[in-house]
């Protein structure tokens, strides 16, 4: 199957739907098809492909482009049609593709993304993979794009989770990237999606921007996706963070932190770990005994019931010590 080409040079144009021109550091001119972002685009091509449509024409990667040099639309097109058809020669078509210059590089990615979601629906899982490949050796042009449309609130979950994933397996490009545009962006669903990809990332460039997060008066969800990087993350300094979310007036993140938490080992959880179970008791949330149970038990080296006057009481007698590595 083949796909249109959509070309959008500056990456907050991609998303937003309007005509731009190549970077600052020259080319040729380009818009998209119709004056529409890569994500009614792709929207478009899902929807027709739902109502059992014909494609819209024209059905070609250069399709969407205006003012290419002469020459660019043959080796485009010749080299999208090997790719489509894993054939030997596509390295060396691809060579030429990027060979052309900037935004050559950009058409490329755009179209491999196209393709990713078109072959995700049609659960045409070696293309999905061979567009994943190629996605991420091309992560220098891929990554601003997937970034600002999060962070423009656009698309669908589908389009929205496979650019997650693929942003979260370019490790600290997508964090520093997202920690790039995260003052920049007002929108919620834009904000959760990127702390989920610095969570996803695990990359120890974003634990700043986490530990911000978590601190903030964000939405409960984007909060909760900061607390669960730090945990999978676990760089040190986020350690008394999440001690303070185990304390937080939201029980969903002190839930959450009460279980991330002891990926630490640090006995200093314990006495804020008390008080969650305490008060999940009180309130009768399961899910919050069970967290902060859990993790005492792990920090403390030692099986004990859901009982905070038995735990405190220990703690008192210095049976259970609430400082330094637990074993």
């Not at 550091?25 to 929207?43: E, R, T, Y």
């Not at 607390?227 to 979310?245: F, Q, T, Y």
């Not at 993140?253 to 179970?277: E, Q, T």
Request: proline share 6%; aromatic share 6%; with cysteine.
């Amino acid at each position: 199957m083949k796909h249109r080409f959509l070309v959008i040079a500056l990456v907050a144009a991609v998303f937003a739907g309007c005509e731009s021109t190549s970077s600052s550091s020259g080319g040729p001119k380009a818009v998209s098809s119709g004056g529409n972002s890569l994500w009614d685009q792709i929207a478009a091509a899902r929807a027709a492909k739902a109502d059992g449509a014909a494609r819209p024409a024209p059905d070609d990667p250069s399709a969407g482009a205006k003012d290419l040099p002469p020459g660019w639309k043959a080796t485009i097109d010749a080299g999208w049609v090997k790719f489509l058809k894993d054939d030997p020669s596509w390295p060396e078509a691809r060579a030429a593709w990027i060979a052309l210059g900037p935004p050559a590089p950009l058409i490329l990615a755009e179209n491999l993304f196209r393709a990713h979601v078109l072959a995700f629906d049609a659960e045409d899982r070696r293309l999905f993979m061979r567009t994943r490949v190629e996605i991420l050796e091309r992560r220098s042009e891929a990554v601003p794009f997937l970034v600002a449309g999060l962070a423009s609130g656009g698309g669908d979950t589908t389009v929205r989770n496979l650019s997650e994933d693929l942003l979260g397996a370019t490790g600290d490009d997508a964090a520093r990237a997202c920690v790039d545009a995260w003052s920049t962006v007002d929108g919620e669903r834009g904000r959760r999606s990127l702390a989920r990809v610095m969570k996803k990332s695990k990359s120890r460039v974003a634990v700043d921007t986490l530990i911000a997060i978590a601190r903030s008066n964000e939405p409960f969800a984007t909060r909760l996706e900061a607390v669960e990087g730090l945990g999978e993350i676990a760089d040190p300094k986020a350690l008394p963070v999440l001690v303070a979310c185990v304390r937080d007036a939201d029980p969903s993140v002190a839930k959450f932190a009460s279980h991330w938490v002891s990926v630490f080992r640090d006995r200093s959880a314990i006495p804020a770990l008390v008080d969650a179970l305490e008060r999940g008791l009180a309130d009768r949330n399961d899910d919050l005994v069970a967290a902060a149970l859990r993790s005492l038990n792990l920090l403390a080296g030692r099986r004990l019931p859901a009982e905070p006057a038995r735990w405190r009481a220990l703690i008192a007698a210095g049976e259970i010590r609430t400082e330094g590595a637990a074993r």
